[in-house]
């Protein structure tokens, strides 16, 4: 069996490998195709898409989009805290100018973000400038700047053991130097993936964090209500009982399934095509886009 990667970051975002390289591994590990899916920007598509032809494999152009998971508030009125919302747009046109200025939208709100994230830092005593967070995204070849390269550089300068651990101990929901950022409603998230002619999955739904399985298939519905196609049942973050559920939503909601690795290179210990995702995952994608169009 044939075997697809349809969930991978590069250099354009906060990947370790450039979009031009990862066709020849995906094919040194026996894939027949793979999505290039960075965060908030389409900019390694036309490279990874060359690089593809040439390796002779099959390629989705994509990208995945953070949109605002809404809040969270327990039953003493207190917001504890956010789940991902994470919207993949597999097969868009890269240079669908909707698609260009969400994407520029949320880039600029993560690159606002990071500067205050910094004074917070500072503020803990932490020793560190946005120009060296600035320094190590350029040596990085990335366009997208974010918490990654500023947890890089904590345990760098010795702050953290780990990237989890400066996730843990500064940066994440609830951490110190936590900034809440602004995001895009799943509507507009979905409405801008169609609107570049490609397919809105509900990327790991495992970290939407819903704290029940019933208010999970509420979610769910609701995506599905908005035009969702699509749910990433198989991913790192999913036990094969979770990739059994999602699967039972997807059926029920009449979705596509989807699924893939989230490689980011060296940056985490997942490797590409570790999820073993069927070819045929990839071809209902492609019939599915036939008869809709
Ligand atoms: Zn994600
Ligand atoms: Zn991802």
Redesign the pocket.
């Known amino acids: 069996m044939s075997f697809v990667d349809l ?3 590069s250099t354009a975002s906060d990947g370790t490998i450039p979009p031009e390289d990862l066709p020849a591994l995906a094919v040194s590990l026996g894939l027949s195709a793979i999505a290039m ?1 960075d ?1 908030d920007t389409t900019c390694g598509v036309p490279a990874c898409k060359a690089a593809c032809e040439t390796a002779g494999i099959d390629f989705v152009p994509g990208i ?1 989009i953070s949109a605002d998971p809404g809040p969270r508030i327990d039953t003493d009125g207190v917001e504890r805290r956010r789940g991902t919302l ?1 919207l ?1 747009g597999l097969f868009v046109r890269h240079d669908d100018p909707e698609l260009a200025k969400i994407s520029s939208r949320m880039r600029e709100a993560r690159n606002s973000r990071n500067p205050a994230i910094i004074e917070k830092l500072q503020a803990l005593g932490v020793r560190i400038t946005y120009d060296e967070v600035l320094t190590l995204a350029q040596e990085q070849g990335t366009q997208v700047i974010g918490r990654p390269h500023i947890a890089q550089l904590l345990v760098a300068k010795s702050y953290a053991k780990s990237l989890s651990d400066a996730f843990t101990k500064y940066l994440k929901f609830g951490a110190p130097a936590f900034l809440r950022r602004d995001y895009l409603s799943p509507a507009q998230a979905i409405d801008a993936i169609h609107h570049a002619g490609g397919l809105a999955i509900l ?2 739904p495992v970290q939407l964090v819903m704290p029940n399985t019933d208010e999970l298939e509420h979610a769910i519905k609701r995506l599905a209500d908005i035009g969702l196609d699509g749910i990433e049942t198989r991913h790192c973050d999913h036990t094969p009982a979770l990739t059994l559920q999602y699967e039972k939503f997807a059926q029920r909601f009449k979705l596509l399934t989807s699924g ?1 690795s ?1 490689f ?1 290179g060296d940056r985490k210990t997942v490797k590409l095509g570790s999820q073993n995702v069927p070819r045929a995952v990839y071809e209902q994608m492609l019939c599915s886009r036939k008869q809709t169009q």
């Open positions: 969930h991978c970051h899916t965060h995945e994470h993949l990327a790991h893939g989230d980011h």
